[in-house]
């Protein structure tokens, strides 16, 4: 799986973390701004030979940072 984050729900998503064979995934995120909302989406990946395939992207999760 690859993690994207963003900064405002239809901001510019950047890739934060891959997660490789596993079958039940999380993810944290440490040194975020206390009282920012922080945007979060997931997709599948698979590496068949040298060509890697992508997933559609999840649903959009939003973080508020306590």
């Given at each position: 799986?690859?993690?994207?984050?963003?900064?405002?729900k239809?901001?510019?998503?950047?890739?934060?973390?891959?997660?490789?064979?596993?079958?039940?995934?999380?993810?944290?995120?440490?040194?975020?701004?206390?009282?920012?909302?922080?945007?979060?989406?997931?997709?599948?990946?698979?590496?068949?030979?040298?060509?890697?395939?992508?997933?559609?992207?999840?649903?959009?999760?939003?973080?508020?940072?306590?």
């Open positions: 799986y690859v993690v994207y984050m963003a900064t405002s239809n901001g510019t998503y950047s890739k934060v973390a891959t997660i490789k064979g596993a079958t039940k995934i999380s993810y944290v995120k440490k040194s975020l701004t206390t009282g920012k909302t922080y945007y979060f989406k997931v997709r599948a990946y698979k590496t068949a030979g040298d060509q890697t395939l992508y997933g559609s992207y999840s649903a959009i999760k939003s973080v508020k940072v306590k």
